[in-house]
Protein backbone atom coordinates (compact mmCIF):
# COMPACT_ATOMS: atom_id res chain seq x y z
CA UNK A 1 0.00 0.00 0.00
CA UNK A 2 2.51 2.60 1.10
CA UNK A 3 4.20 2.02 -2.62
CA UNK A 4 1.19 2.28 -4.12
CA UNK A 5 1.04 5.73 -2.29
CA UNK A 6 4.61 6.51 -3.46
CA UNK A 7 4.14 5.72 -6.92
CA UNK A 8 0.60 7.90 -6.81
CA UNK A 9 3.01 10.99 -5.30
CA UNK A 10 5.48 10.70 -8.07
CA UNK A 11 2.81 10.68 -10.78
CA UNK A 12 1.21 13.78 -9.26
CA UNK A 13 4.48 15.34 -8.90
CA UNK A 14 5.17 14.89 -12.75
CA UNK A 15 1.89 15.54 -13.79
CA UNK A 16 2.38 19.13 -11.91
CA UNK A 17 5.98 19.25 -14.15
CA UNK A 18 4.24 18.84 -17.38
CA UNK A 19 1.60 21.03 -17.10
CA UNK A 20 4.84 24.13 -15.74
CA UNK A 21 6.77 23.30 -18.26
CA UNK A 22 3.46 23.32 -20.92
CA UNK A 23 2.35 26.53 -19.41
CA UNK A 24 6.35 28.18 -20.19
CA UNK A 25 6.35 26.77 -23.31
CA UNK A 26 2.84 28.38 -24.07
CA UNK A 27 3.69 31.51 -22.94
CA UNK A 28 7.37 31.97 -24.44
CA UNK A 29 5.65 30.86 -27.67
CA UNK A 30 3.06 34.10 -27.48
CA UNK A 31 5.96 36.14 -26.51
CA UNK A 32 8.24 34.83 -29.42
CA UNK A 33 5.27 35.21 -31.57
CA UNK A 34 4.54 39.14 -30.40
CA UNK A 35 8.45 39.79 -31.56
CA UNK A 36 8.76 37.80 -34.79
CA UNK A 37 5.20 40.25 -35.70
CA UNK A 38 6.60 43.23 -34.61
CA UNK A 39 10.46 42.39 -36.30
CA UNK A 40 8.84 40.81 -39.66
CA UNK A 41 9.05 44.27 -41.18
CA UNK A 42 13.03 43.88 -40.71
CA UNK A 43 13.78 40.63 -40.92
CA UNK A 44 12.08 40.44 -44.40
CA UNK A 45 11.39 43.98 -45.55
CA UNK A 46 12.58 46.08 -48.56
CA UNK A 47 15.14 49.10 -47.27
CA UNK A 48 13.50 52.70 -48.24
CA UNK A 49 14.06 55.97 -47.85
CA UNK A 50 11.33 58.74 -47.03
CA UNK A 51 11.10 62.40 -47.18
CA UNK A 52 10.62 64.17 -43.61
CA UNK A 53 8.75 67.53 -43.06
CA UNK A 54 10.36 69.69 -40.67
CA UNK A 55 10.84 67.14 -37.37
CA UNK A 56 9.43 68.57 -34.17
CA UNK A 57 12.13 68.24 -31.20
CA UNK A 58 11.73 65.74 -28.26
CA UNK A 59 8.58 66.23 -25.78
CA UNK A 60 10.05 66.64 -21.88
CA UNK A 61 6.84 64.64 -20.50
CA UNK A 62 7.29 61.53 -22.64
CA UNK A 63 10.67 61.16 -22.43
CA UNK A 64 13.79 61.12 -25.22
CA UNK A 65 11.84 60.89 -28.88
CA UNK A 66 11.21 62.66 -31.45
CA UNK A 67 8.01 63.17 -33.48
CA UNK A 68 8.35 63.01 -37.66
CA UNK A 69 6.54 64.09 -39.92
CA UNK A 70 6.72 62.56 -43.66
CA UNK A 71 6.25 63.59 -47.01
CA UNK A 72 3.49 60.89 -47.67
CA UNK A 73 1.38 61.47 -44.71
CA UNK A 74 -0.39 64.25 -46.77
CA UNK A 75 -2.10 62.55 -49.50
CA UNK A 76 -5.13 63.58 -51.98
CA UNK A 77 -7.94 62.82 -50.37
CA UNK A 78 -9.57 59.51 -51.92
CA UNK A 79 -13.39 59.21 -52.39
CA UNK A 80 -15.63 57.46 -49.56
CA UNK A 81 -12.37 56.37 -47.24
CA UNK A 82 -13.41 57.28 -43.70
CA UNK A 83 -11.31 57.93 -40.43
CA UNK A 84 -9.44 54.67 -39.46
CA UNK A 85 -9.67 52.90 -42.73
CA UNK A 86 -6.72 51.54 -44.48
CA UNK A 87 -4.76 53.41 -46.88
CA UNK A 88 -2.12 51.92 -48.85
CA UNK A 89 0.40 54.77 -50.74
CA UNK A 90 2.32 52.96 -53.72
CA UNK A 91 5.72 54.28 -53.75
CA UNK A 92 8.60 54.45 -56.08
CA UNK A 93 12.28 56.04 -55.85
CA UNK A 94 13.39 59.06 -57.66
CA UNK A 95 16.75 59.84 -59.05
CA UNK A 96 18.10 60.61 -55.59
CA UNK A 97 16.84 57.21 -54.38
CA UNK A 98 14.38 59.03 -51.86
CA UNK A 99 11.07 57.00 -52.10
CA UNK A 100 7.83 59.05 -52.90
CA UNK A 101 4.22 58.63 -53.26
CA UNK A 102 3.13 57.59 -56.62
CA UNK A 103 -0.87 56.97 -55.47
CA UNK A 104 -2.56 56.14 -52.76
CA UNK A 105 -5.67 53.85 -52.28
CA UNK A 106 -7.79 51.93 -49.98
CA UNK A 107 -7.05 48.81 -52.00
CA UNK A 108 -3.74 46.29 -51.14
CA UNK A 109 -1.28 46.74 -54.60
CA UNK A 110 -0.99 43.63 -56.07
CA UNK A 111 2.82 44.44 -56.73
CA UNK A 112 5.21 47.37 -56.29
CA UNK A 113 6.32 48.73 -52.98
CA UNK A 114 3.89 50.38 -50.63
CA UNK A 115 3.28 51.04 -47.15
CA UNK A 116 0.15 50.82 -44.75
CA UNK A 117 -1.41 53.53 -43.19
CA UNK A 118 -4.17 54.62 -41.49
CA UNK A 119 -6.83 57.82 -42.33
CA UNK A 120 -6.95 59.83 -39.27
CA UNK A 121 -8.12 63.03 -40.72
CA UNK A 122 -9.16 65.40 -43.70
CA UNK A 123 -8.16 68.99 -44.10
CA UNK A 124 -9.30 70.76 -47.57
CA UNK A 125 -8.58 68.26 -50.29
CA UNK A 126 -6.10 65.94 -48.14
CA UNK A 127 -6.00 63.37 -45.45
CA UNK A 128 -3.92 63.21 -43.06
CA UNK A 129 -2.24 59.67 -42.62
CA UNK A 130 -0.33 57.40 -39.89
CA UNK A 131 2.06 54.74 -40.75
CA UNK A 132 2.88 53.91 -36.89
CA UNK A 133 6.64 55.21 -37.55
CA UNK A 134 6.15 58.82 -36.19
CA UNK A 135 8.73 58.35 -33.74
CA UNK A 136 11.51 58.04 -32.86
CA UNK A 137 13.01 56.73 -28.71
CA UNK A 138 16.85 57.81 -28.13
CA UNK A 139 18.80 57.69 -24.93
CA UNK A 140 18.91 60.26 -22.68
CA UNK A 141 21.01 63.77 -22.95
CA UNK A 142 21.47 62.80 -27.10
CA UNK A 143 22.06 65.90 -29.27
CA UNK A 144 20.01 64.85 -32.20
CA UNK A 145 19.72 67.01 -35.39
CA UNK A 146 16.49 67.69 -36.83
CA UNK A 147 17.23 69.51 -40.16
CA UNK A 148 17.93 67.82 -43.01
CA UNK A 149 16.94 64.32 -41.94
CA UNK A 150 15.51 61.17 -43.45
CA UNK A 151 14.18 58.12 -42.70
CA UNK A 152 16.06 54.93 -43.58
CA UNK A 153 12.87 52.48 -42.71
CA UNK A 154 12.02 48.49 -44.16
CA UNK A 155 8.63 47.71 -45.49
CA UNK A 156 7.48 44.40 -45.79
CA UNK A 157 5.18 42.73 -48.20
CA UNK A 158 2.23 43.50 -45.97
CA UNK A 159 2.82 47.71 -45.78
CA UNK A 160 4.42 47.14 -42.46
CA UNK A 161 7.13 49.47 -41.71
CA UNK A 162 9.89 50.04 -39.15
CA UNK A 163 12.50 52.50 -38.74
CA UNK A 164 16.06 51.24 -39.36
CA UNK A 165 17.69 54.59 -39.35
CA UNK A 166 17.67 58.07 -39.31
CA UNK A 167 20.11 60.27 -42.01
CA UNK A 168 21.24 63.06 -42.86
CA UNK A 169 22.73 64.40 -46.17
CA UNK A 170 22.06 60.75 -46.78
CA UNK A 171 24.32 59.74 -43.85
CA UNK A 172 23.91 58.03 -41.01
CA UNK A 173 23.08 60.54 -38.28
CA UNK A 174 25.93 61.14 -35.68
CA UNK A 175 23.93 61.49 -31.98
CA UNK A 176 26.15 63.37 -29.87
CA UNK A 177 25.60 62.70 -25.89
CA UNK A 178 25.42 65.90 -23.39
CA UNK A 179 27.29 65.25 -20.06
CA UNK A 180 25.23 64.67 -17.55
CA UNK A 181 25.82 67.05 -14.33
CA UNK A 182 24.52 66.15 -11.00
CA UNK A 183 23.71 68.96 -8.85
CA UNK A 184 22.27 68.72 -5.41
Known amino acids: MEEKSYSKNKKSKMN ?4 LIIALIVLLGIAGSFILYLSWPLLTGTTIVLATRPVDPFD ?3 GQYMTINYEISTVPAIEDAKPGDKVYVALNPDEDGIWRMEQATLTKPDQGIFIRGIFRRTFDDSMRLEFGIEQFFFERNAD ?3 RNITVEAKVDSFGQAR ?3 LLQN ?10 VKLTS
Open 170 to 179: SKPVEIEYKP
Open 60 to 62: PFR
Open 144 to 146: VPT
Open 163 to 165: IVN
Open 16 to 19: HYTR
